[in-house]
């Protein structure tokens, strides 16, 4: 069973930064998370699950929601099986729970920004910027 769990989460000022992780886990054998584009998506109070980041299998493919290009950077280091957001210059906006997903890939370059792609999701995990 493919287990996704998010940390780093935590209270920051306005200005402040955070590194979110997320580690995977279970995957069958033949199937590893290199098989796999991995996404970050946000949800606030009262809103809709948004796209923030996503990267392709080998990490060499990368896109971010428009208001984060800058200030947010996401990684993956495969031979961990974890996937990072570093998230600089935080706002009060980014308040939400950050969660981390997983969609199977179809070639090495493939990502996606529509949450109805991932198939695994971890149990999010809260920002909380303070102004």
């Known amino acids: 069973q493919v287990r996704l769990v998010e940390s780093g989460g935590g209270l920051v000022q306005t200005g402040g930064s955070l590194r979110l992780s997320c580690e995977q886990s279970?995957?069958?054998?033949?199937?590893?998370?290199?098989?796999?584009?991995l996404g970050w998506f946000r949800q606030a109070p009262g809103k809709e699950r948004e796209f923030v980041a996503g990267?392709?299998?080998?990490?060499?493919?990368?896109t971010y929601e428009d208001s984060e290009k800058g200030r947010f950077t996401i990684s993956r280091d495969n031979a961990k099986n974890t996937v990072y957001l570093q998230m600089l210059s935080l706002r009060p906006e980014d308040t939400a729970v950050y969660y981390c997903a997983a969609a199977p890939a179809p070639n090495r370059s493939y990502f996606s920004i529509d949450s109805r792609d991932y198939d695994y999701w971890g149990q999010g995990t809260q920002v909380t910027v303070s102004s």
């Open positions: 279970g995957f069958t054998s033949g199937q590893s998370s290199s098989g796999y584009c």
């Open positions: 990267i392709s299998w080998t990490g060499g493919s990368k």
